[in-house]
């Protein structure tokens, strides 16, 4: 398996541009991941999934940030309209079925740069 | 609700010398702990966790954690580090209760000086 999947790896927008992070988790994992990390703050989990359905989103910082899971292999993480604030690096991870505590697998990242 | 707090931002040692990442957590019911490392440009990989058993887990790459529950601590050392363990590491629990959500301290960046 290429393991946990996100794209693009670098996106630089304006302030105010929707914004479209992308993830494909490993497949046959149950539970998808959306973390932030910034040098301020750290890393701060925004939202998870278990089987598509999301399960705690009390991390999204505001009605800017919207995340999706359509099916099991593909999700998206959306910040409409993006701020400079917003400039961090997203990361998507994903965990078979028993959750985080077998070992939660992270992509590459994708860096925001909001400009 | 746990938290995590890690004392050290940075921590240079030479190479070949011992080191100690501290980590220390709060919360009110039992908690699986867990090291992540983070190479440079990279996600976060699983160093070492603490789920059950033996209160001390080794990682395949000579790292030892020891979970402390009167302390509520779970420190990582190495005897020896290389320059290839040049990274940050983050320490990270997770509540009995919430099978999934992992808590995150703020990291330590371990930097090696030949």
């Known amino acids: 398996d290429a393991g946990v999947i996100q794209s693009p790896r670098h996106e630089v927008t304006e302030m105010g541009q929707e914004v479209t992070l992308r993830c494909k988790p490993i497949?046959?994992?149950?539970?998808l991941f959306w973390y932030r990390q910034t040098m301020m703050r750290g890393l701060e989990l925004l939202i998870y999934f278990n089987n598509n359905v999301p399960i705690d989103d009390s991390g999204m910082p505001e009605d800017r940030f919207s995340a999706k899971m359509p099916n099991a292999s593909f999700s998206t993480l959306k910040i409409q309209p993006s701020e400079p604030r917003d400039s961090a690096v997203y990361f998507c991870?994903?965990?078979?079925?028993?959750?985080?505590?077998?070992?939660?697998?992270f992509g590459q990242g994708t860096r925001l740069t909001v400009v | 609700a746990q938290s995590v707090t890690q004392l050290d931002s940075q921590v240079p040692v030479f190479e070949e010398a011992p080191v100690e990442l501290r980590c220390n957590y709060s919360?009110?019911?039992?908690?699986?702990l867990f090291w992540y490392v983070q190479y440079p440009n990279q996600g976060l990989q699983l160093l070492l966790k603490y789920l059950s058993g033996s209160t001390l887990v080794e990682s395949i790459n000579g790292f030892e954690a020891e979970f402390n529950k009167s302390q509520t601590s779970f420190h990582l050392r190495k005897p020896s580090v290389h320059i290839s363990d040049t990274a940050e590491y983050f320490c990270a629990v997770i509540a009995y209760s919430s099978a999934s959500k992992i808590i995150f301290g703020s990291g330590t960046r371990l930097s090696i000086r030949p």
């Open positions: 497949s046959g994992h149950d539970y």
């Open positions: 991870a994903s965990s078979p079925g028993q959750g985080a505590i077998s070992e939660a697998f």
């Open positions: 919360s009110s019911v039992s908690v699986y």
